[in-house]
């Protein structure tokens, strides 16, 4: 049977898409599941090198990681990494096949991704996939291979995270979702407004006019962390720090992504409660 | 009486401040008195001035930028978080007392008249006032509280542009979301639509400022590209970063009520 599959989508980078991923791949394999994470295109100086020397993006190597999983190529199967002189090394499932400038290259990228995503539904109860970016770069739409083309192909739920901290973000939820297809928006089952500091109940008229605009709602309000135990995958000059997880750190950011995340109604949208 | 433009963006740090502070130093270059204004900043970064007045950094730089004397009008209202619940409220350069959000919401309204006042004077006192927005314009559910984005264009008479930061990516979902979320009246005066923080080629995103045009029926008026390794500070060079914006923004629509005549 094919794995369920929640997707994780940001109204921009950095939002906090792969920290929520782990917290879920944590949460997901505490209640018995077997899992595994996922994310179709990745770029980023930075890289996780598996037990095999495969390159693949930071965030799903040590989601394996934290899984018990060994790390593998399907996870993020298409890999860019900047090798300087304006070159790309183009990683397809952790082997670096060209380096290139990234022209017309998304369109035999969209073959392999789906094949690495099917492999693992084969092997796993549950699957956490990424998306990349925002999925409404409107000028690049009709190229795009990270984001709702995924969501379409795997019929995946999609919660939608933006950070509150930045400001905008009931801006970047509305208007995220007012620009998807409608096909699109049937996917999405809510947003999560995260790394939130301050007094929660300013906030909650704003929840409340997400839902009146999108007919959708805030499936969690995540309080900004000090630290989430995970290494940033592009931290301070683009360098990764040299502690990648902290097992610590990362415990108390799922404990609180648990009391604040709506995961019933999650769980009930994947399918895996009735 | 001098007209007034405000920048608002579609959240914090997309580079309102360093647009600012270059339209100052541009419209200061081409012979007008100047003056930045923002109504309440938040921030621990902040001057004391001659009379002991203290009023955030920015301002007191962007003052700088436009070649005049920095005043407190400048920053009528500044709060200095001494947590993530309580700040220090400074009004007219003077701590009136900690406070928490809530408590502080209550005492909003008492500002708006000193809010007025020290637009008034900058505007008597100046041929053109470039107001700074705080966050985003769109924070809806905060609307009621507003003293730093729409109701200040309104009490200036402002034509209002946003600026969006597109190096995080969402800049259409971040402008339309906004204008979507916003009044017709507060809509109706964006005049125009700022890409900041750009990387690579400008050009590459001549498709993308059209189609933001179509969803909003506002022009984008500069695509401007990131400016790396840029320090915002008192010894900053004004003139590069007036130069590195003047090439990538339509300037017109900023000018266009100013008595002197317009940019050439």
Redesign the interface.
């Known amino acids: 049977m094919a794995a369920k599959t929640i997707m994780i989508q940001?109204?921009?980078?950095?939002a906090g898409k792969s920290v929520l991923a782990s917290a879920l791949c944590r949460l997901f394999a505490e209640s018995g599941l077997r899992v595994a994470p996922f994310k179709a295109w990745n770029m980023s100086a930075n890289s996780y090198t598996t037990k095999t020397g495969l390159q693949i993006g930071v965030a799903q190597g040590i989601q394996a990681e934290i899984l018990g999983l060994e790390a593998t190529g399907m996870m993020n199967p298409i890999f860019l990494k900047p090798s300087g002189n304006g070159k790309t090394g183009i990683y397809v499932r952790g082997e670096l096949m060209i380096e290139a400038n990234q022209g017309g290259f998304k369109d035999f990228a969209w073959p392999i991704i789906q094949e690495s995503l099917q492999e693992l539904q084969e092997m796993f109860d549950v699957l956490v996939l990424e998306g990349a970016?925002?999925p409404?770069?409107?000028?690049m739409k009709s190229k795009e291979v990270a984001n709702m083309r995924v969501a379409r192909y795997a019929n995946a739920p999609v919660l939608l995270v933006a950070d509150v901290?930045?400001?905008?973000?009931?801006?970047?939820?509305?208007?995220?979702i007012?620009?998807l297809e409608p096909e699109e928006k049937g996917l999405v089952i809510g947003s999560v407004l995260n790394k939130f500091?301050?007094?929660l109940?300013?906030?909650?008229?704003?929840c409340?006019?997400i839902k009146e605009?999108t007919g959708l709602p805030v499936v969690g309000v995540i309080p900004h962390c000090q630290s989430h135990g995970l290494a940033e995958e592009d931290g301070a000059e683009g360098r990764l720090g040299d502690e990648r997880f902290s097992e610590q750190d990362f415990s108390g950011f799922v404990a609180t992504v648990r009391e604040n995340l709506d995961l019933e109604y999650i769980y009930t949208k994947m399918g895996l409660v009735e | 009486m001098g007209h007034a433009i405000m920048l608002q963006?579609?959240?914090?740090?997309v580079g309102k401040s360093t647009i600012v502070a270059a339209l100052c130093r541009i419209f200061s270059q081409e012979g007008y008195r100047v003056a930045p204004f923002k109504s309440q900043n938040m921030g621990t970064d902040t001057v004391r001035l001659r009379q002991n007045q203290e009023i955030s950094g920015v301002q007191y730089r962007q003052a700088l930028a436009a070649q005049v004397e920095p005043v407190v009008e400048m920053n009528p209202i500044l709060l200095k978080p001494v947590s993530?619940?309580d700040s220090e409220v400074i009004v007219n350069g003077q701590s009136v007392g900690v406070m928490?959000?809530?408590e502080y919401?209550a005492y909003k309204p008492r500002l708006l008249a000193g809010i007025q006042d020290a637009l008034d004077f900058l505007k008597a006192n100046h041929d053109l006032v470039i107001i700074e927005g705080a966050?985003?314009p769109?924070?809806?559910?905060?609307r009621d509280h507003d003293i730093a984005n729409m109701v200040v264009a309104e009490m200036a008479a402002a034509p209002v542009f946003l600026v969006a930061d597109i190096h995080?990516?969402?800049v259409?979902?971040?402008?339309?979301?906004?204008m979507?979320?916003l009044l017709p009246k507060e809509r109706a005066r964006i005049q125009g639509l700022i890409i900041n923080k750009f990387s690579g080629d400008a050009t590459r995103?001549a498709?993308?400022s059209d189609?933001l045009t179509e969803l909003t029926g506002v022009p984008v008026l500069g695509v401007i590209p990131l400016l790396k390794a840029f320090s915002f500070e008192e010894n900053t060079d004004w003139d590069r970063l007036a130069d590195h914006i003047r090439d990538q923004l339509d300037l017109e629509p900023f000018s266009k009520n100013l008595s002197l005549g317009g940019l050439s």
């Open positions: 940001g109204t921009t980078s950095n970016g925002s409404v770069e409107l000028n901290h930045r400001g905008g973000s009931l801006a970047g939820v509305v208007g995220t007012d620009l500091r301050g007094d109940e300013i906030l909650k008229p704003g409340a006019i605009y | 963006g579609t959240g914090s740090s993530d619940l928490s959000a809530q919401i966050g985003s769109a924070e809806v559910n905060l995080w990516g969402g259409f979902a971040y402008i339309h979301g906004t979507k979320l995103f498709e993308g189609i």
